[in-house]
């Protein structure tokens, strides 16, 4: 591990904290104490329509319940607007984004026609299939979300297969390098900015933040290894200096099912309502 380890907990106040978020915590946590490092927590609210105080009240509960203790300050990414509005100008700035009008029924109705390839799903959504690719930014208004132009991107940074990312997860350990078919096969033109609010996405918000708390490891679940793809191209881009991954696998149910992340009766909050210990929490997600 590197030296000056730092790590991260980054949960959403979109709902309770379940097992699945106890074991990242937890990894992360005891990834940290092992190289006597620090762990940092992340409140990820930029998502404004789903997020809520009272989530995020519970979050600070559950996890000190839990026995974990991070380094002050906690990073709450909506005080911290102005931030990502300046790596997007960046992107902006170096031609690689474009205004996108499209509704998500726009997307689907896009992917029913004959010609367009139906069934790849991108690191949020179905792969965008390009309908606002080439708009200029001037006609950007209120009702738009901004999308990067992946293949622009590539094209501005040459060879990407001189990118890679640093797995140190219990599946995929290695040296991965980016690869352009890949990228635009199964990333696309993701959103930057949301056509809601004009708020920065999870995957520019996250990119900025790890450099910004100076994060070494990002320590998160396996379902977010293929966007890391993306996130090591928005480093190159922005020019950020780029961490090493782990992704832990994810908790599944009895049945081998994996825990949904809105799973409410896998709350955390039931079972010590239940009588559980922390001790139990560890045991109960194998640790
Ligand atoms: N807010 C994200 C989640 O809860 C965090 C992902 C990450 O750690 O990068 O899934």
């Not at 780029?242 to 832990?248: G, Q, W």
Request: proline share 6%; hydrophobic share 40%; with cysteine.
């Amino acid at each position: 591990m590197r030296p000056d380890y730092r790590t991260r907990f980054a949960p959403s106040p979109t709902g309770p904290l379940h097992l699945g978020h106890a074991y990242s915590a937890l990894v992360a946590e005891d990834r940290a104490r092992r190289s006597s490092g620090a762990f940092l927590l992340r409140i990820e609210d930029t998502d404004t329509a789903r997020c809520r105080p009272e989530y995020e009240a519970a979050i600070h509960d559950i996890l000190g319940w839990l026995g974990l203790r991070w380094q002050p300050p906690v990073l709450r990414q909506s005080d911290h607007l102005a931030r990502y509005r300046a790596a997007l100008g960046t992107l902006i700035d170096a031609g690689l984004c474009y205004p996108c009008a499209c509704s998500r029924s726009d997307i689907r109705a896009a992917f029913s026609a004959p010609q367009e390839s139906a069934g790849h799903f991108g690191p949020d959504d179905p792969i965008y299939p390009g309908t606002c690719r080439g708009r200029g930014m001037a006609g950007m208004t209120g009702g738009h979300a901004v999308r990067l132009d992946i293949a622009k991107a590539i094209a501005l940074l040459g060879d990407v297969g001189q990118l890679t990312v640093t797995e140190t997860g219990p599946d995929r350990a290695g040296v991965w390098p980016l690869r352009r078919g890949e990228l635009i096969d199964q990333i696309g033109d993701v959103v930057l900015a949301r056509r809601d609010t004009g708020i920065a996405a999870y995957h520019l918000a996250v990119v900025v933040d790890d450099a910004a708390q100076g994060i070494t490891e990002v320590v998160r679940g396996a379902d977010i290894f293929e966007a890391t793809k993306l996130h090591r191209l928005l480093q190159a881009l922005l020019k950020l200096p780029v961490p090493d991954y782990h992704h832990h696998s994810l908790i599944r149910d009895d049945q081998g099912k994996r825990l949904a992340k809105r799973d409410d009766a896998r709350a955390l909050s039931k079972f010590r309502a239940d009588g559980a210990t922390p001790e139990d929490i560890r045991r109960l997600v194998g640790l």
